[in-house]
Every structure is written in C-alpha cells, then in structure tokens.
C-alpha cells in the first residue's frame, strides 16, 4: 500500500508505458522537474480534484490498498463525510524526489536480494513496473549508481503501490555507509543465503 504520507505531498505526475517518459495532467509529454506539472495524488489518479460543500474532497486511506487493486479511488468530504467511488484514470503514476525521500532501485540479481535482505523488514518497499525492487527512506542523498542506483532528487520514481504495509523510515548513517560500500566500482556483496523477491499480494 502506498504510504499515506507521499499521499499528501503534491508531488506526483503520471508517466507513458513503454517509455516511463512523464506526463503532465493533459496526458503530453513533460519534465518532471517543473512543479507546474506536479499534481496532487487525487488529481493524479482520477483526473480532477472533485468538491463537496464548498472544498475540495481529500482521498481516504481506509482500504486504499483494495480500492488501488480493483481501479478505484475513494474520497471523502471532511465536512457532511460524503464519500464517493471513481474510476481511477491514470494507473501509471510516478513521484517526483526533491531531497525528502531516497529511492534505492534494484533491477538484477543478485542485488534484488541484497536489498530485500536488508530493508524489506524496515521500511516500505514496493514491486517496480519491471519486476525490481524500490526501497523507501525518509532523508537525502546524491543520486548514484553501482550495484543498484540510488536517487533523491531531480528525478522521478515510479509508484505501484504493490508492496509490503511498512511506513518509510528515516536513512540512516548505517544506511549511508553500506550506499556507499554497495554503490563503489567493485562492491562487496554480503549475501550469505539466498531469499525470494518482495512478492505482490
């Protein structure tokens, strides 16, 4: 389920398949790095920010994960508590990185399993649209590549929504070495035994 907090930061776009080249609310092709094509997670998935007693209506969370699954998007009136059901639009969306977040990205073995083996018990991790793995940390860090690559800003990063129920939790020093360990020229890979793959619910 995706974390509730990314849920309230305006920093999402939609993207086309194929190309993961991003979209801005028009469907055309758009940078992701200018705020203007940045929409809020309602508006992201549905097309359009519905109102309801003179404000805009807020997405609730509760059972997000079945409503995401099944293609709908609940919202809710904070004032009479109206709620409504929609048909989401965009199924392809995408999070935009500003220095709040760092996205680890394992696409290969045998680093899948390096980073399952490490964060998957700690912090949100999702199923990427190719099959890798994307971990969740709550801090900053430069963008590098290695074993795996590592972003945290002046990129955008794919949401599936299709992973483990963990909050992001925060990078920590111990994350920052072990990054940097991984992300050298010829990195150590500690992996004593092998594991499966975050796997889809």
């Not at 974390?3 to 993961?20: A, D, N, R, S, Y």
């Not at 995401?68 to 048909?87: A, E, Q, V, Y």
């Not at 199924?91 to 980073?115: C, E, K, M, S």
Request: charged residues 20%; positive net charge; hydrophobic residues 35%.
């Amino acid at each position: 389920m995706i974390p509730f907090e990314l849920t309230q930061i305006p920093h999402w776009i939609t993207w086309q398949p194929g190309t993961k080249a991003p979209t801005n609310s028009r469907g055309q092709r758009a940078s992701a790095l200018d705020e203007k094509n940045w929409q809020d997670f309602i508006a992201v998935n549905i097309g359009w920010n519905p109102t309801c007693c003179d404000m805009k209506m807020k997405h609730d969370p509760t059972f997000m994960e079945h409503h995401l699954m099944n293609n709908m998007f609940h919202i809710i009136c904070s004032k009479c508590r109206t709620g409504r059901h929609i048909p989401r639009k965009n199924l392809n969306i995408g999070f935009v990185l500003t220095n709040d977040y760092v996205v680890i990205d394992a696409d290969h073995q045998p680093y899948i399993d390096l980073v399952t083996d490490r964060f998957t018990d700690t912090t949100y991790t999702e199923v990427s649209p190719n099959g890798g793995l994307h971990v969740w940390l709550r801090g900053s860090h430069a963008n590098k590549r290695g074993s795996f690559e590592v972003y945290g800003s002046k990129r955008y990063m794919t949401v599936t929504g299709n992973g483990n129920d963990l909050p992001i939790r925060d990078l920590t020093i111990v994350d920052v070495a072990w990054i940097t360990a991984q992300t050298r020229p010829n990195p150590t890979i500690g992996i004593t035994q092998n594991k499966p793959s975050l796997k889809s619910k």
